[in-house]
């Protein structure tokens, strides 16, 4: 109790306490109501910025964990590329080495080798040499036999003249011409008529059927006789006098030609024609041909005649009067027979006439 | 009057007709008589003779008539336009084989002039009348005939056509083999003639089967012959490669070879002319020839010959070189190039000139060795005095600027370039200067003659333009000397030497 009696002999002081520590409440309690805003927000503060900086942290490491990762499979991916890069390069250069190797060794040994191609020419030089020894040799094969040929030949008409002027032959009585006494040594013309054989008279040639006219004159040729017994003079070989003597029968073309040629030829094509007829289609050579053409007149003639049509009376009808001023037929050529008789005929006395 | 004398007048008649014939046909054998006869008026009189009763004067008449249209191609016409040639063409079919060659002959003397005289004898039907006609059985008729297809065909590709429509091919190949040696001759010449206007009539030639004969007869000692077969054989083969390879297959190579020594310059020149088409076609029958000795051969012919016959020869020297650098070497080998070489100096016209130095050109522009071969014998001085000629033509010029061209791009021999740097023309001698500033660098020797000759001093005289390619040349070689020797040959060089004492102050 007594705490009580105590209590209540300090009621006066309480209350002037609580007083005055309302009135210092009321007076500090805006002041601590800001404090208390400026701690609270302070705090929160910390606490957001805590929170924040711990999800950076957090963003952080999630980030440079998917880096890295990324990062890290690129590189692999770049190594992968780089070492398959290096891998193809070296494999090229490889197989470089290796195609240039063979390809190297096959043309030199198939294409352009060049021993071949040395022996190659070698052997083109020598084979050039052989074909250049046998066309000469060839050459000169020929040129011989040419030589001969063309030797024979002057052999012969050096002999042919010998046996023409065998006559000119020196006798013991009489040196020849070609004998002079005046020279050391005969001609050799001299030796040649010693050497030389009698010229015999031979038949002349018979003449080949081929180049004969086609009418059937020349069937009879009978031996004439001779003129002398023994040929008289050595004017002209005797073979060549022979040959003119017995010279076929050289009939003009008009005696030549029989009257009947042109049947006959006509007969002969028609036979022939018959004997080798393939086709019964006959040959037509005027397919182009014009039927109704104009006459044109000739050149050189005055003639006014005109080709009349037909259904008339007469074809041409005779009007003197327009013959009366025409010029005459120019008869231009004259004929020359001196030119058929030339080098043929031959008379018994030996004269051409 | 008796009926003797009657018939004598006839008889009379008649010879008169005959002797006047005659005496044209004479008279028409000798030039300087046609104008007179043309100006009598001797067409119109021989017209009707062609039509006379008698044969024999008929044939004179046509003999006649012959003559005369192949003197000129104004008789000629005046023939065609008398409208002789349908009495012509009707009696070939006709009449007898006298006449027949008479009128063979009229039409070859009308078809030979011009393309338009062929075409008319064409027109009014020859061609089958003279087909026909090589069916005859006289060789004289056959090759009469075969005579006037070759003077149609050889005009133009059209006319030829024309008798190879007309189925003259196989009978002239049939007329090849008969044995009178005139007629092959004619027909062989008329083969010739068809075939050398296009493939497809040579094709049409070759498909009955000419080359076989025509193979066989080249070993014939008939010259003439020969020439018209090797005539007939190259302008088959000039067409295509496969008409060159069915001539070849005659297997008529190594043995050929031997015409090429002929005492006849034509055989020659055919045969020549044969290879050239042979080989212009393809490396691989151009090998074929030249290891059949061909190339020696043809050599050797040129050797031999003189003037034009030579032309075939050198192209076909030629053909071979171009095709392959083996072949060029095959033709240096076989020692070409100094022939060539004196075919270029010694022939006179400017065609040949130009063969000659296309030849060089082809048989030098393969390779460094190749170009040495050519300049050792010495042409190219020759060329570029071709190339520099004010008298030679164009085509010449032309020619010889691209032989030079060629050969001196690849060529290395130095001695050989020398000489140009002298005389060359700017043109020439950019190639000349570019083949200094390739070989210098690479050979000690070749400076130093390059030196002791004047090369290098005149080379410095040379004025090109800043940054043109002469330039670069001319800068390659002065870096293959020292600074010194290349000033000391530098025009002016003296006077910078004198300047140099003037400016001289002694200590």
């Known amino acids: 109790m007594a705490r009580l009696v105590k209590f209540y002999g300090q009621m006066e002081r309480i209350k002037e306490q609580y007083l005055i520590r309302n009135r210092n409440a009321e007076e500090n309690r805006l002041r601590e109501n800001a404090a208390a805003v400026k701690i609270q927000s302070w705090f929160r503060g910390c606490q957001v910025r805590a929170f924040l900086s711990y999800l950076h942290r957090n963003a952080t490491v999630i980030q440079k964990t998917w880096r890295a990762f990324s990062a890290r499979q690129y590189f692999r991916q770049r190594v992968k590329t780089a070492y398959f890069l290096m891998k193809m390069n070296f494999y090229n250069k490889m197989a470089v080495k290796i195609q240039q190797r063979w390809r190297g060794y096959y043309i030199r040994k198939y294409v352009h080798n060049y021993y071949e191609r040395k022996r190659y020419l070698e052997a083109l030089a020598k084979k050039n040499e052989q074909v250049r020894r046998e066309l000469e040799e060839l050459a000169e094969h020929q040129k011989k036999e040419r030589e001969r040929i063309a030797m024979e030949r002057e052999e012969q008409e050096k002999y042919m003249q010998a046996q023409r002027l065998h006559f000119l032959l020196s006798t013991k009585q009489r040196p020849g011409v070609f004998n002079s006494p005046f020279r050391p040594e005969p001609d050799e013309m001299e030796l040649r008529l010693r050497t030389v054989k009698l010229l015999r008279t031979r038949s002349a040639p018979k003449e080949t059927a081929t180049n004969q006219q086609p009418s059937g004159f020349l069937s009879s040729i009978e031996r004439l006789p001779p003129i002398h017994k023994t040929p008289q003079g050595p004017f002209r070989a005797a073979a060549e006098v022979q040959r003119q003597r017995q010279r076929p029968l050289e009939p003009s073309l008009r005696v030549a030609t029989s009257i009947t040629a042109l049947e006959e030829a006509r007969e002969e094509l028609r036979q022939h024609e018959w004997r080798t007829r393939l086709i019964d289609q006959p040959f037509m050579p005027f397919s182009k041909a014009h039927p109704n053409k104009e006459y044109e007149a000739l050149l050189r003639t005055h003639s006014p005649y005109q080709q009349t049509a037909y259904g008339k009376k007469y074809f041409r009808e005779e009007d ?24 043929r005929l031959y008379s018994d006395t030996g004269k051409i006439v | 009057m008796s009926q003797r004398h ?34 009598a008026g001797v067409m119109s009189l021989l017209r009707p003779l062609l039509l006379d009763a008698v044969p024999t ?148 030639v070759v498909d009955t089967g000419a080359i076989a004969h025509l193979a066989q007869m080249t070993l014939y000692p008939d010259a003439k012959l020969k020439r018209h077969v090797f005539s007939a054989l190259g302008q088959i083969s000039k067409h295509s490669v496969d008409l060159a390879e069915m001539v070849v297959e005659a297997e008529i190579f190594p043995a050929v070879l031997a015409c090429l020594k002929d005492p006849d310059e034509y055989v020659r020149k055919n045969i020549s002319t044969l290879m050239r088409e042979i080989t212009k076609h393809t490396p691989e029958l151009s090998q074929m020839i030249v290891n059949a000795g061909g190339v020696a051969a043809v050599i050797d012919y040129l050797g031999d010959s003189r003037g034009s016959v030579r032309l075939p020869g050198i192209m076909m020297l030629g053909y071979v070189a171009a095709h392959s650098e083996n072949l060029a070497m095959a033709v240096i080998v076989s020692k070409g190039v100094p022939q060539l070489a004196i075919c270029l100096a010694e022939e006179t016209e400017d065609h040949m000139k130009a063969a000659a130095a296309w030849a060089l050109g082809q048989i030098g522009h393969h390779t460094p060795e190749h170009a040495r071969a050519v300049a050792m014998s010495n042409v190219l001085p020759k060329l570029l005095s071709l190339y520099l000629d004010t008298q030679s033509s164009e085509d010449l010029k032309a020619k010889a600027k691209k032989a030079l061209k060629s050969i001196l791009q690849k060529c290395t021999y130095v001695p050989a370039l020398e000489p140009l740097l002298y005389e060359a023309p700017s043109n020439v001698l950019k190639h000349v200067i570019c083949q200094f500033s390739k070989v210098l660098p690479h050979d000690s020797k070749a400076r130093r003659l390059f030196v002791t000759t004047g090369g290098l001093k005149k080379v410095q005289e040379i004025k090109a333009e800043p940054g043109s390619a002469l330039q670069e040349y001319i800068n390659a070689i002065n870096t293959c000397y020292p600074e010194e020797i290349v000033r000391y040959y530098s025009p002016g060089y003296s006077e910078a030497l004198l300047e140099r004492i003037d400016n001289y102050q002694p200590v």
């Open chain 2, 57 to 204: 004067i008929q044939q004179s008449a046509a003999l006649a008539l012959g003559r005369l249209a192949s003197y000129s191609d104004d008789l000629a016409e005046a023939v065609v336009k008398g409208d002789i040639l349908p009495q012509l063409v009707y009696s070939l079919a006709e009449q007898n084989r006298f006449y027949k060659k008479a009128a063979a002959f009229v039409l070859r003397a009308v078809a030979k002039h011009s393309p338009e005289l062929a075409q008319a004898v064409v027109d009014c039907g020859a061609l089958d009348a003279l087909v026909i006609s090589l069916e005859e059985f006289d060789p004289g008729v056959k090759e009469a005939a075969a005579w006037a297809l070759g003077y149609i065909a050889r005009h133009n590709g059209s006319l030829a056509q024309a008798v190879v429509d007309a189925g003259a091919v196989p009978l002239l190949v049939l007329c090849i083999q008969e044995p009178d040696n005139a007629l092959k001759r004619i027909s062989a010449s008329t083969l010739s003639d068809i075939s050398k206007h296009s493939p497809e009539l040579a094709q049409t």
């Open chain 1, 320 to 343: 003197r009067t327009h013959l009366q001023g025409k010029k005459k037929f120019k008869t231009v050529f004259t004929t020359c027979q001196v030119f058929d008789k030339f080098g």
């Open chain 2, 6 to 39: 009657v018939l004598q007048v006839f008889e009379q008649y008649q010879k008169e007709r005959m002797k006047f014939v005659q005496t044209v046909a004479e008279l028409a054998t000798r030039p300087q008589n046609i104008e007179t006869l043309q100006n």
